[in-house]
């Protein structure tokens, strides 16, 4: 009954991580984002002083963006090392001979589990400059279509900007969140095995460690290890979601609550065994 109840809890908190990194809102057409700033602009002409200092400033904008889609391919090439490489050092444990003795060691390592969590928590840390990165390139191609290209063109329809926010079927779907997945497929699939590797071995070999009459000091460090690093995790998370829809006033509570509740639960399933000892 206890391995059971251990195994919901981990279902629920891998539920409460995935349910983090997708933007529900939008893939269920809700409107949280504020629409107040879509509004027309007067158009006047440009002296050519005022259109030289726009055209800079369009050049600018533009070498911003570039500039920030070269690190976003930077930042992904380096989780995508980190995250491999530790899920390389977990599949491989099969390929020993000795896989079950291997595996225990692993998961009753508290240097392993200070590895795996510093894994999770730099692998949340690089999503979130992912979506800062993201945030910034929306940013500046709301200008570009508010602010430059309808002064340029008559009808500003035929700027990329203008066409990449209304026109295009990729960017404007309901599934599009589903897609921007991959931003964070690796974090969450490294947090979802870390939480297995941690949670659900401990209920087949914690009766193997009390036969073996190991010292409970090494697995009260094990416990606080993967409870402050699944807290963690879960912050960083948050501080991902919030990305979503900053500029809504319940969305960070939303987002507050979800990682109380799931630092809650985390330290629940990893200290659940003190009163048994």
């Not at 279902?11 to 997708?22: D, E, G, M, P, R």
């Not at 700033?37 to 006047?44: A, L, R, T």
């Not at 009260?220 to 995790?233: A, H, K, P, Y």
Request: net charge neutral.
């Amino acid at each position: 009954m206890r391995n059971i109840v251990i195994f919901g809890m981990w279902v629920i908190i891998s539920f409460l991580a995935f349910v983090l990194i997708v933007d529900w809102p939008q893939l269920f057409s809700l409107q949280l984002s504020s629409t107040s700033n879509n509004k027309s602009i007067q158009h006047y002409t440009l002296t050519k002083k005022s259109e030289k200092f726009l055209l800079i400033q369009y050049d600018t904008a533009i070498t911003e963006i570039q500039n920030r889609i070269e690190e976003e391919h930077i930042l992904f090439t380096l989780k995508f090392t980190l995250v491999g490489a530790v899920l390389a050092l977990l599949f491989t444990q099969p390929l020993r001979s000795n896989y079950q003795g291997s595996l225990r060691s692993l998961n009753t390592s508290p240097m392993a589990a200070c590895f795996f969590w510093a894994a999770v928590i730099t692998s949340g840390i690089v999503d979130c400059r992912i979506l800062f990165n993201a945030d910034f390139i929306s940013t500046l191609g709301k200008w570009i279509k508010n602010n430059v290209e309808p002064f340029f063109y008559q009808n500003p329809q035929i700027g990329w900007e203008h066409y990449l926010s209304n026109k295009a079927k990729l960017i404007n779907s309901s599934l599009y969140p589903l897609l921007r997945l991959n931003n964070h497929l690796l974090t969450f699939f490294l947090f979802f095995i870390t939480m297995l590797l941690f949670a659900l071995a401990r209920t087949t070999t914690s009766q193997s460690r009390d036969n073996l009459d190991e010292p409970h000091t090494n697995n009260d460090e094990l416990r606080f290890i993967n409870c402050f690093g699944s807290s963690t995790s879960f912050i960083v998370f948050g501080f991902a979601a919030i990305h979503y829809h900053y500029d809504n006033l319940y969305w960070p509570y939303i987002c507050f609550f979800l990682v109380v509740l799931g630092i809650i639960l985390s330290c629940f399933i990893f200290f659940n065994e003190v009163r048994r000892e």
